[in-house]
């Protein structure tokens, strides 16, 4: 029976899965690009913050919507008074009038009198000369807009996450390097030692690798908080901490891809880019309040239909009467407001047409200098993998020439440094592929976010 429990749970785990479409994560386990952008894109507060505004975009597109629905009110009022006409007409509306009541005495003098009414109202606007209609549109582009600004934010989360986890990556490989650098100096010093103890050498020597040596443990300490402070800007960009501390997917050794056509990629930022999107969206809804603004000077027409209760006490015997009505309103002059109005919106029109140009043109920017960028940092690649072939060669030849007693330790240590700067540099390079190309798929507005099929 437990054999059975165990490969149930284990079916259960295999739904779980396949339903998160993400696997599940243990808090050893190895962190993956893709599972650190799931993450944030489930646990970035300030990405949580930009979906509310969607929710607030549908709540104006209903409210847009309620203004061709009729509006029903219901009212209860008691007034209890000796002013003639208030008294005339609580009698009036009761039909509680008599013959007496038309007494000069009783009409300028008569007895307090209270009246309750009830009253049920309904008002169907007929015609608001388009004003309601373009107002329902202006919300639903700013619904679109709203879902820009998401798709916006969201790209900048997942590009936020993709630099912090290669610069994680980077820093432990950095330190990968320096604690590989500090061994052969600790190797280095105990030789040197060595040779001076059997006289092969000078005390400069010593002098020379254990100087080398405390500058290697200073560039250790310089990367492991390197390493720390990258771990929490993983955390901070993911919005969970522990994330940064778990170990991540090993490093890539190959570049990024080199970018692509630069007409087409200026082609694709132009459709893609959700900001753009949102500046276009705002324009037409400039547009649409100047359309607004003009149709102001057209007359507004309403129906209006009353039914009222009235009655002397509040569960007495009572009359109802009811009232329907047509309402039209007309503004013939309001000290000129309509046409400051309207050179209002078409001012604000005009300025979200420039915004949108001037964004069109940063974004050509952007995409021109995301793709040289990359283009560089493989140009930089291939220059430092030659270097690091390079200081390979030298460091052999130096250390045979050391062995042989043929040169000092400080040009050996010359050389291991400049291994260790290439090394270093070509990491710098290689990383900066892949955050270049983060950069040109975030200036493209094409940044997907996490490969749900990746392990």
């Not at 479409?21 to 386990?29: K, T, Y």
């Not at 955390?235 to 991540?248: E, N, W």
């Not at 000290?335 to 949108?356: F, N, P, S, W």
């Amino acid at each position: 029976m437990k054999r059975v429990w165990l490969s149930w749970g284990g079916l259960f785990c295999y739904l779980m899965w396949a339903w998160l479409g993400m696997p599940i994560a243990l808090a050893g386990s190895t962190l993956t690009l893709s599972e650190a952008q799931w993450l944030a894109l489930k646990e970035n507060p300030g990405l949580k913050a930009a979906g509310l505004t969607v929710e607030t975009a549908e709540a104006e597109v209903a409210k847009a919507r309620a203004r061709f629905l009729p509006q029903v009110t219901f009212g209860e009022a008691y007034n209890f008074s000796d002013n003639p006409s208030q008294v005339f007409m609580n009698k009036l509306n009761q039909r509680r009038f008599t013959a007496e009541d038309f007494q000069l005495h009783n009409l300028n003098n008569p007895k307090p009198y209270g009246n309750w009414r009830a009253g049920l109202t309904l008002q169907q606007p007929v015609f608001q000369a388009g004003e309601a209609y373009l107002g329902y549109q202006q919300s639903r582009l700013r619904q679109n807009m709203a879902d820009a600004q998401v798709l916006g934010k969201r790209q900048q989360v997942l590009y936020q996450v993709t630099q912090a986890y290669f610069g994680l990556q980077l820093a432990r490989e950095r330190l990968k390097v320096v604690k590989q650098a500090r061994k052969i100096a600790q190797d280095n010093l105990k030789l040197a030692k060595s040779r001076f103890a059997a006289g092969a050498v000078v005390q400069a020597d010593v002098l020379s690798a254990e100087v080398n040596l405390a500058k290697l443990t200073q560039e250790e300490l310089t990367a492991n908080s390197q390493v720390a402070i990258a771990e929490s800007l993983l955390d901070t960009a993911v919005g969970k901490t522990g994330v940064g501390s778990r170990p991540l997917s090993p490093a890539p050794r190959d570049p990024a891809p080199l970018p692509g056509n630069l007409d087409e990629l200026l082609r694709l930022a132009q459709e893609r880019r959700p900001d753009l999107k949102g500046l276009e969206l705002a324009a037409r809804v400039a547009q649409k309040e100047y359309t607004k603004a003009r149709l102001h000077y057209l007359p507004r027409l309403r129906v209006v239909a009353e039914y009222d209760v009235d009655q002397r006490r509040l569960f007495g015997s009572n009359d109802d009467s009811y009232t329907i009505m047509a309402v039209m309103h007309l503004n013939l002059f309001n000290g000129l407001a309509d046409l400051a109005r309207v050179r209002e919106t078409r001012a604000q029109e005009a300025q979200a047409q420039e915004l949108k140009k001037e964004l069109a043109d940063r974004i050509r920017h952007q995409v021109i200098e995301s793709s040289t960028t990359l283009k560089t940092a493989h140009e930089r690649l291939k220059v430092a993998t030659a270097a690091v072939s390079q200081a390979a060669e030298n460091l052999r030849l130096i250390r045979l020439r050391y062995g042989e007693g043929l040169t000092l330790l400080v040009d050996l240590l010359t050389a291991e440094n400049a291994k260790k700067e290439a090394d270093l540099n070509q990491l710098a390079a290689l990383f900066d592929t892949y955050l270049a190309q983060a950069g040109l798929e975030l200036a493209l507005g094409t940044l997907a976010g996490p490969v749900v099929s990746e392990q």
